[in-house]
C-alpha cells in the first residue's frame, strides 16, 4: 500500500457501505477501478486500485452503524506519527474521540474523532513498513 507518511497528510480513503456488491458494481463501473476483496479479521475488506495502485478500500458499514441510523460514506484517515499522543491532544482541542485508537493488524493503529465542529476524520499510524 503506498500511503502519505507524513504527519498531516490525507494518506486514505474507505467507503463503509450497506450493500458492499452493489457499491463495488457502480465504483468498478463508474471510475473503471478494480476491486480485490480479501478477508479480514472485521469481515471482507475490498481495496480499489488503479492498474497496481492502491487508492482506497471499502467494508460494510458495522451492524452497530447502522441501528444507529448511519447510512453508506466515505471515510478519510490523516497520517500521524503516534495515534494515541494525537488522541488525546483532539480530546483537549474539544474532539470526540468516537473510536479510541486501536490496531489494524499489518497497517498501524488508527482511531475516530469528531471535530468540535462535527465533522468526522480518522487518524492513522501507520507501521514504519508501510509505504
Keep these: 500500500m503506498a500511503v ?3 504527519q498531516g497528510t490525507f494518506s486514505w480513503n474507505e467507503l463503509l457501505t450497506n450493500d458492499v456488491e452493489a457499491s463495488r458494481e457502480f465504483y468498478t ?3 473503471g477501478w478494480a ?3 480479501s478477508p479480514s479479521p472485521g469481515g471482507e475488506y475490498t481495496v480499489f486500485k488503479i ?3 492502491q487508492i482506497g478500500g471499502m467494508m460494510q458499514l458495522p451492524a452497530r452503524a447502522q441501528e444507529a441510523g448511519a447510512s453508506s460514506y466515505w471515510g478519510s484517515y490523516i ?3 503516534n495515534v494515541d499522543d494525537m488522541a488525546r491532544k483532539a480530546e483537549e482541542l474539544g474532539a470526540a474521540i468516537l473510536q479510541q485508537p486501536m490496531d489494524i493488524p499489518d497497517v498501524g493503529r488508527f482511531c475516530l474523532i469528531r471535530d468540535p465542529q462535527g465533522a468526522m476524520v480518522s487518524l492513522i499510524q501507520y507501521s514504519r513498513n508501510q509505504g
Design 51 to 53: 492498474g497496481d495502485q
Design 35 to 37: 476491486a480485490e476483496a
Design 29 to 31: 463501473q463508474l471510475f
Design 4 to 6: 502519505a507518511l507524513k
Design 79 to 81: 497520517t500521524v506519527d
